[in-house]
């Protein structure tokens, strides 16, 4: 049968796909990897077909796989008699944790996997930053890879966890720098000081040089 991976958009519920909504009300079981996703799934299915897995917090490879494994092991029985949805934020298929999970469930023979898209927070950051993407060639990364210097002149970065830091990288870099925390949430703050902001997992950074205002 078939396991779903499901993207939920980038936080607010109306921002869920309709083929997203049907797939998770059809799905005997959906899977969460957080309480996010587990709230927004929770706004569709009830509370009792909603199942939580957790993950650890680290980039130790082999760690990551036996705890990808174990996620396969859990979600498998359900997937090889019925119909299950795992959800995640934004879309399954982009910088997402769907990926280690549809390659552990390459074990289960019995078990097709699907992908229903989701508004990926790369597109949905022009419209609640408003800004616009230029023509040309744009860079996206996580934060954590540093900030382009030579490259495009603009760049989006994800997992923005440290404002102070990845700030000073890119204003020497010569990009000016806005900055969107918890998009399309009820706590949502787009502003381009990075002292109000505090430091959050859902913050991208929007950065751009030589455009005129
Ligand atoms: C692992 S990536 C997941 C991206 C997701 N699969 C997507 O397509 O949008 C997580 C990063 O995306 C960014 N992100 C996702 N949703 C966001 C939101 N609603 N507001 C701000 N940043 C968000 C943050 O930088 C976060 O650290």
Known sequence: ?????????PGDPKLVTVRGKELMERAERVY???DL????????????RIEQLSFPM???ESALRAAWEEAAEVVAPAAET??????TIGDPKIYSTFSHLERAMKEYQAVDVETVPGVSVLSAFTAAMDVTIDDGPID?????AGVPTDGPDQCLLLKVTDVTATHQKLTAAGY?????????MNDATVTTEPTSLEDDYFTVAFATRGRSA
Request: proline share 4%.
């Open 82 to 87: 019925g119909t299950v949805a795992f959800v």
């Open 32 to 34: 969460a990897p957080g």
């Open 140 to 144: 996206v990364r996580e934060a954590r």
């Open 37 to 48: 996703a587990a709230e927004i799934a929770g706004e569709f299915v009830p509370d009792e």
């Open 1 to 9: 049968m078939t396991l779903y991976g499901v993207g939920l958009g």
């Open 176 to 184: 000016d720098v806005i900055y969107g925390r918890r998009l399309f």
């Open 58 to 60: 680290t980039r130790d």
